[in-house]
């Protein structure tokens, strides 16, 4: 007898689909809410995602049983065809061989390095700014976090500049995000739309080429991470990198690590624009810690009332809004039976609202995170960074980078909205604000 299938919302796919294209993060959020811990959503003719909605299973799918999944063949053929096989969408023994190459180039100590350059960058991006003018505050951390990436990632030498790398990962991005959107055409199509993805993917190849060869002519590990990749070696068979296998690793970790910061940033400064007290607790903070001068990884840890409001910011907007994964076989999740090559939906937004988990999940309460909370609730009832094999590889350099650039903001100037529209997220690549976040600044000096 066949069992019955995980519960999910009435109406048929076009009902759900048009609920899903007018607001996909309710959509979601509502199914989980409605219908329990698996839920099984009918998103398209013949099409059903599952959704998973309980700490548990979110553990058995990322660490218990992480070696019985794989991304989805939607994730693998959007996020490859940019990425090629770079970590994000690598599987099996080739990704557990390229983490181990590619982790020293994360090390806290190698990490720390960076912190100089990102202070300095943050530095150089505020001089840009006019008192009381308003401007697009998540258009400046995308420049910033794009510039940092691209100096820890290739010291000097972006050939042809960050405004160059930018605009291919604005392409890259934009066409990651359209998978939220609609359903993508085939890739043969020779619509504009197309011809521009393959032109930024060429040049992208072209650009990461010659830096690679002007590297392998020098040869020496320059502190940046292009280095540390190029000087990998296997433990077991002394392997290097090839030259394909570096692009994809190159373009992963630059496209995994600027937009996702940029956004951290930018959800920290709207919802301390709303909430006054929190911003008088970080400044009060950081006046004791750094008075007027720039911050330096020593002062890190004396700043826990700036760690609260990262992670709570995490908690309520995660950049990292949603990954997927698909079984390799037949699995049982919650009772239920999920037939293999099935889309299965990990969400930390869904999940760190869970209102069984979270007291007033709609509510930014910093001090939730106070020394010990984290500890006592269900480990992956909140995890902004994923978890198991294929946990976030840039988890310190993006904390470190956040903390570095907030502290040098936030001791220097107040900020305030600059719009009387709300500001509401929109899902895509990462989970950005819709329209931007128009703020005006004042120094508090
Ligand atoms: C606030 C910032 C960030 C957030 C919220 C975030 C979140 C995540 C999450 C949730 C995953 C796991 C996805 C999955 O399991 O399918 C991931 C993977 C990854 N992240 Fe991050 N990330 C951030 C910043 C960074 C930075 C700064 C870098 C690099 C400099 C980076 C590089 C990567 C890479 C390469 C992977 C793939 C790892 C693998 O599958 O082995 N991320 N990130």
């Excluded at 006019?130 to 000097?156: C, H, Q, W, Y």
Aim: net charge neutral; proline share 8%.
């Amino acid at each position: 007898m066949t069992r019955p299938p995980p519960p999910g919302p009435a109406g048929n796919f076009y009902a759900q689909l048009k609920e899903l294209r007018s607001d996909f993060l309710a959509y979601l959020l509502n199914a989980a809410t409605e219908h329990g811990d698996l839920v099984r959503l009918n998103p398209g003719p013949g099409t059903y995602l599952y959704l998973v909605n309980h700490p548990d299973l979110v553990r058995q799918i990322l660490v218990t049983d992480a070696e019985k999944y794989h991304k989805s063949a939607m994730t693998q053929k959007m996020v490859g065809r940019f990425l090629g096989n770079g970590l994000i969408v690598n599987e099996d023994q080739s990704h557990k061989k390229q983490r181990r190459l590619a982790q020293p180039a994360f090390h806290k100590q190698r990490v720390d390095g960076y912190a100089h350059s990102m202070v300095e960058l943050t530095l150089q991006e505020m001089a840009s700014w006019r008192p009381d003018t308003p401007f697009d505050f998540e258009a400046s951390m995308n420049v910033l976090t794009m510039k940092i990436v691209a100096k820890t990632l290739f010291g000097t030498g972006v050939a042809g500049g960050t405004e160059k790398v930018g605009r291919i990962m604005q392409v890259f991005a934009e066409a990651i995000s359209g998978q939220f959107r609609a359903l993508p055409l085939p890739q043969w199509l020779p619509i504009p739309r197309h011809l521009r993805q393959r032109a930024a993917v060429a040049e992208m190849d072209a650009l990461i080429k010659e830096m690679v060869a002007e590297w392998r002519t020098a040869g020496t590990d320059n502190g940046d991470l292009m280095s540390m990749l190029l000087l990998a070696r296997d433990m077991d068979s002394n392997d290097g990198m090839n030259d394909k296998q570096l692009r994809d690793e190159l373009v992963s970790i630059y496209f995994a690590g600027h937009e996702t910061v940029a956004k951290l940033i930018s959800w920290v400064i709207y919802l301390l624009t709303q909430n006054p007290a929190v911003t008088q607790q970080v400044q009060t903070e950081l006046n004791a810690v750094i008075g007027n001068r720039p911050p330096t990884t020593a002062d890190l840890p004396q700043m826990p009332k700036l760690d609260q409001v990262i992670k709570e910011t995490l908690r309520i907007y995660p950049s990292a809004w949603v990954f997927d994964r698909t079984p390799l076989v037949d699995v049982e999740l919650a009772g239920y039976h999920v037939p293999a090559g099935a889309t299965i939906y990990v969400s930390p937004y869904v999940s760190q609202r869970d209102p069984r988990i979270f007291d007033q999940p709609d509510r930014f309460l910093p001090e939730r995170f106070a020394t010990g909370w984290e500890q006592n609730i269900p480990r992956y009832a909140y995890y902004p960074f994923g978890g198991g094999p294929r946990v976030c590889i840039g988890q310190a350099f993006a904390e470190m980078e956040a903390k570095l650039i907030l502290a040098t903001i936030l001791s220097k100037f107040s900020v305030e909205l600059a719009t009387q529209e709300p500001i509401e997220p929109e899902p895509g690549a990462t989970l950005r604000p819709k329209n931007g976040l128009p703020v005006s600044i004042k120094s508090v000096l």
